[in-house]
């Protein structure tokens, strides 16, 4: 009779476990990757039940596989007007939230990227440079901008190989199939990456703010994990994202 009495409290306790616990998917911007890795890492602790899934890849990506149904429950965009066009779509079930403002930096694997300026680009013994797919990357487009107002674009242009997003970016200049990148800062102070060529932070005043924004979809409406996520990443969050290198909503950047 205990036994029987002992393996019921047991079974309620873990239905009342598994009726709580939640899950969210979050469609990330490539230059978060680093950060909400250790962002949810540490969210996770409080709450192990949840389950919190992260998906990385290129904003205007997201926003389009959004719009056709796909299953993301927060979207965190690194570049702010495209959660801005899902909320005006309707497919947003709350306001569009600034997180944080991106930088982009010269990044190389065998070059001490410290040493150099964009107009080091040009150098003829530079021969593949790359940077995120402008059509869909927030930070390949504001490496074009850059690029362009430096005055380089047709001398750089013929050089460029392009990463899918930022993240994939980084990786071809690890791997050799280009010699520096423009990518994410966010990317280059990890210390995998900071340990091999250093960086350089290009003026800001190249090209239009990265400023950066999120919402949570429609479809994640009434899902209150999604709502605990999204203020978590409002308050307790913030000093890891500076640890990273963005620059917060009311700060100022620097050069």
């Known amino acids: 009779m205990k036994s029987a009495k002992y393996l019921l409290s047991v079974c309620t306790l873990l239905f009342s476990l598994s009726a709580h616990a939640e899950k969210v998917t979050i469609a990330a911007a490539a230059d978060l990757k680093f950060a909400m890795d250790e962002?949810?890492?540490?969210?996770?602790?409080a709450t192990p039940a949840d389950d919190v899934d992260v998906v990385y890849g290129s904003s205007g990506k997201f926003q389009t596989q959004i719009q056709q149904g796909a299953p993301y429950d927060l979207f965190?965009?690194?570049?702010?007007?495209?959660?801005?066009?899902?909320?005006?779509?309707?497919?947003?079930?709350?306001?569009?939230?600034?997180?944080?403002?991106?930088?982009?930096?010269?990044w190389s694997a065998d070059r001490d990227a410290r040493k150099m300026t964009l107009a080091s680009l040009a150098d003829p013994k530079i021969t593949h440079i790359a940077i995120a797919n402008p059509?869909?990357?927030?930070?390949?487009?504001?490496?074009?901008?850059?690029?362009?107002a430096a005055g380089l674009w047709a001398k750089v242009e013929p050089k460029l190989v392009y990463g899918e997003n930022i993240a994939h970016t980084a990786q071809l200049v690890q791997t050799g199939n280009a010699q520096v990148g423009i990518i994410a800062l966010s990317l280059a102070?990890?210390?995998?990456?900071?340990s091999k060529g250093g960086y350089w932070l290009v003026p800001?005043?190249?090209?239009?703010?990265?400023?950066?924004?999120?919402?949570?979809?429609?479809?994640?409406?009434?899902?209150?994990?999604?709502?605990?996520?999204?203020?978590?990443?409002?308050?307790?969050?913030?000093?890891?994202?500076?640890?990273?290198?963005?620059?917060?909503?009311?700060?100022v950047a620097g050069k």
């Open 189 to 194: 102070v990890n210390p995998e990456l900071a």
């Open 76 to 106: 965190f965009s690194a570049d702010i007007t495209f959660p801005r066009k899902l909320a005006k779509a309707g497919f947003a079930a709350s306001e569009v939230k600034p997180y944080a403002v991106g930088r982009i930096v010269l």
């Open 39 to 45: 962002i949810v890492a540490t969210f996770k602790k």
């Open 135 to 148: 059509k869909h990357a927030p930070y390949g487009k504001r490496a074009v901008e850059a690029l362009q």
């Open 204 to 251: 800001d005043k190249l090209h239009t703010p990265l400023e950066q924004g999120y919402i949570i979809t429609k479809r994640a409406e009434g899902n209150a994990l999604a709502k605990r996520f999204a203020n978590y990443m409002d308050s307790k969050a913030r000093a890891v994202m500076t640890k990273y290198g963005f620059v917060l909503p009311g700060e």
